[in-house]
């Protein structure tokens, strides 16, 4: 599972969840809304999760089944089982020598 994109998950979905609960909850006029934000923030939170386990985000559709269709997403196989992060290796160019300030003071004598 690729840490980064599962903790991305954790803080978009969780805050999402919390907004969709207390927006059905709501008696105020401004509940749907709430609930409606929240659910895009679960469902954002729901992709970062599945490519976190290198499946396709398209399945956070699931979360529409509500309790079942997370459960259901949690059985997925991580096909990324050991962390794999692509990472760009650089190659190391040797440091020019720079000569103290003392010896470069002789080129510059007029």
Known sequence: MITRYNRISLAIGIPGA???FLGFESKELIGPVIAA???ILLLIGLAYYLKAKGQSPIWCILAFFWLFGIIALSFFPDRRKNDQVVSAVKKSSPIPDHQSS???SEDWTI
């Open 37 to 39: 934000i929240g659910t």
């Open 102 to 104: 003392e010896s470069n």
């Open 18 to 20: 919390i907004l969709q």
